[in-house]
C-alpha cells in the first residue's frame, strides 16, 4: 500500500462510449444465460420426473415436453392400496418427525451448557461431538443391527429413530451452538439481575431469542432425516413398517423388466414435494443454516 | 467463543483476564448444571456411536461358521478368527471384492469431489453476479439438494433407460445401467447433479462477505476478471471452500443410496465399501461385514485427519480456539 493509485482513465478511445455500452450488453446477457444454464442445471431433472409422472403408462416412453394427454394415472394408482405408499408415508413423518424433535430438545440442551456455561472439556466435548457426525451411516448400521435383533427392534419405529440421532444430534448441536453462540449474553444477565434465576433466563429470555435459530435447525434435520435411507433399509423389512424413500426403491412391476417408471416418478415427487415446498418458504433460514457453520 | 478460554486455562477469580468474564464465574453448580444437561446428548452418542464402534471391532474377530460339520450336522454359532477377517481383504476371491469395492469409494469420491467443486464454483461465480431474481435461483438451486438420495437415484434411473431421456437428447444408444463405465458415469453425473449445488451454495456466502472495495480496487489497478478471480475470489473464499470440500468428501466416501438405487445392489463396477459392508451383513456374515465397516471409519477418518492437517481447514474453530487459549496464556503470566 505504499502506491498511490494514480487516477488515469484505462482507456478513453474515440469510440468509448459505444463499446462500453456494447460491452455492457454482452454483459448482462452473459451473466443472464449463464443464470438460465444453472436454472436447466437443477430443475431439468425434477421437471422431467414432474412430466413423466403424469403421463400415462402407454406414452411414459414420450419425450414431448409436456404430458400429452395429461393424466393422474400414476398417482391414482400409487395410492390404490396394493403398494402401502401412504401407510410408509405416514411412517416416514412419524420418523423425521420424532427424530426431529428428539434432537432438538437434546441439542437445545448441550448447545445452551456449550455456548453459556464454564467447564472443563469443553471444546473436547464439542469437537467429539462434531467429529461424531462423520461416522458413516454403515458403521452404525451393522452393529446395531444385530443388537436390534437381539433385543426384537426389528420393525419397529425406534430402530431407525434411535439410529438416525448419530447424524441429527451432531447437526443440532453444531447449528443451535453457532446460532446461540452469536446471541448476546447481555439480556439475560440483565434478566439475572432483575432476579431471575439461570433457568428463568433461559426459558424466557434465550429460548424466544433463539426461536429462529431452532426453526432453521428443525428445518435441516427434518430434511435429513425424512431423506434417510441406509438404516430405515436396514432395519425394516416389514412394508407396513417401512419408510417412503425405502418403499420407493422397492417399487416394482410385475416382472422385471417392466418397472413400473410412472408410478415410481409420481411417487418420487409426492416424497419430495413437502421438501420443495419447505425449500420455497424457507429457502432463506436453510441457506443460512447450512453456511452458517462454514463461513463463520 | 469467550467460555472457551475460561475452560482452558481454569482462571483462579484473581487472574482471570479482565472483560472476559461474560459468562460469570465457574462454579462448581454450573459444572454441575452443564453435566446434566450434556449427558442425555452424551449417552445417546454413546449408544449410537461408540457402541456400534467397540462392538463391530468385536464383531469382526469373529467369523460365522457355515455348512456342515464332521458328524454331517449343520455347523452353528461363531468362531473366534483374530484379525483373520481383516488378513482376508487381500486373498482370494472376497479380498479382489473388497479391493474393487476400495478402489470404487476412492474412484468415485476423487472424480465427484473434484467435479463438483469446479462445477460449484462455477455455479457461485454466476449466482454472484445476479441481482434480480436470486430468491429464486436459491430456490431452485436448493431442489437438487433437497431431493431425497434415492428419489434422484430413481429419477436418473428413468433419465438413463436404455430408450429414455439421457439417449434420445444425444442420440446414442447406450445402456448406461448395465455393468462397465458407462455406470460408473451415470452415478458420478447424478451425484456431481445432487450435490454441486451444494457447494455452490457454501461458496456463494463465502464469496458474499468479500468487501466490493477490494474488487473496486482491483479493477482501478486494471485487474480483469481473471485476475481477481485468482487473487480476491479464490484466497477469500479458500476457507469457506476447503470446509465445503472436505464435509462432501467425508460424505462421498459413505456413498451408499445412490449406487444401490440407481444401478442396484451387488454390482461390481459401482458398489462401494459401504454396499459391501451392507451386503455382507445381509447375508448374516457379521464378522467380515464388521470388518468391512471399521476400515471404512478408518478411512474416512484418515481422509479428514490428513486433510485438515494437510489443508488447514478450520472445521470447528480451534484455530480461534488456539490464538486465544495462547492470548489468555500470555496475559496470565503478564499478570503474574
Known sequence: MTQIPVLTPVETPDDAPQRVAWKRGWKSYSVYLGLAAILVYCLAPFYWMLVSSFRRTADIFDNTLLPQPFSAENYIKVFDGSTLFGQALLNSLIVAGVTTAAALVLGIFAAYAISRLNFRFKSVILGVIIATSMFPGISVVVPLLRLFTDIGWINTYQAMIVPNLSFAIPLAVWNLTTFMKALPFDLEEAAMIDGCSKWQAFRKVLLPLAAPGVFTTAILTFIHSWNEFIIALSMVNDPTVQTATVAISKFTGATEFQAPFGEQMAAGVIVTIPLVIMVLIFQRRIVEGLTSGATK | ?336
Open chain 2, 1 to 336: 467463543m469467550s467460555t472457551r478460554t475460561a475452560a482452558a486455562s481454569r482462571p483462579t477469580p484473581d487472574t482471570r483476564p479482565p472483560g472476559r468474564k461474560k459468562s460469570g464465574k465457574r462454579s462448581a453448580g454450573e459444572g454441575r448444571m452443564a453435566a446434566m444437561l450434556l449427558s442425555p446428548t452424551l449417552l445417546v452418542l454413546a449408544l449410537v456411536i461408540a457402541y456400534p464402534l467397540v462392538s463391530a471391532l468385536y464383531q469382526s474377530m469373529f467369523r460365522e461358521q457355515s455348512g456342515l460339520d464332521a458328524s454331517g450336522f449343520v455347523a452353528e454359532g461363531e468362531i473366534f478368527v483374530g484379525l483373520g477377517n481383516y488378513t482376508d481383504l487381500f486373498v482370494g476371491e472376497s479380498g479382489a471384492r473388497f479391493l474393487n469395492a476400495f478402489g470404487n469409494t476412492t474412484f468415485f469420491t476423487v472424480t465427484t469431489v473434484a467435479l463438483e467443486t469446479v462445477l460449484g464454483l462455477c455455479l457461485a461465480l454466476a449466482m454472484n453476479r445476479a441481482f434480480r431474481g436470486r430468491s429464486f435461483l436459491r430456490a431452485s438451486i436448493l431442489i437438487p439438494w433437497a431431493i431425497p438420495t434415492a428419489v434422484s437415484g430413481l429419477l436418473w434411473r428413468w433419465i438413463f433407460q436404455s430408450d429414455g431421456i439421457a439417449n434420445s437428447l444425444i442420440g446414442s444408444e447406450i445402456l448406461w445401467t448395465a455393468e462397465g463405465l458407462t455406470a460408473k458415469m451415470a452415478v458420478i453425473i447424478a451425484e456431481v447433479w445432487k450435490t454441486a449445488p451444494f457447494i455452490g451454495l457454501l461458496v456463494l456466502a463465502g464469496m458474499q462477505i468479500i468487501p466490493e472495495e477490494i474488487y473496486e480496487a482491483a479493477k482501478i489497478d486494471g485487474a480483469g476478471f481473471w485476475r481477481q478471480f485468482r487473487s480476491i475470489t479464490l484466497p477469500l473464499v479458500k476457507p469457506t471452500l476447503l470446509v465445503a470440500v472436505l464435509f462432501r468428501l467425508l460424505d462421498a466416501l459413505r456413498m451408499f443410496d445412490l449406487p444401490f438405487v440407481l444401478i442396484g445392489p451387488g454390482k461390481e463396477s459401482v458398489e462401494t465399501l459401504s454396499m459391501l459392508a451392507w451386503d455382507e451383513s445381509n447375508q448374516l456374515r457379521y464378522g467380515s461385514a464388521s470388518a468391512f465397516a471399521i476400515i471404512l471409519f478408518l478411512y474416512v477418518a484418515l481422509v479428514a485427519i490428513v486433510f485438515v492437517k494437510l489443508l488447514g481447514a478450520d472445521v470447528a474453530g480451534t484455530k480461534e480456539v488456539r490464538a486465544l487459549r495462547r492470548a489468555t496464556r500470555t496475559r496470565k503470566a503478564k499478570a503474574l
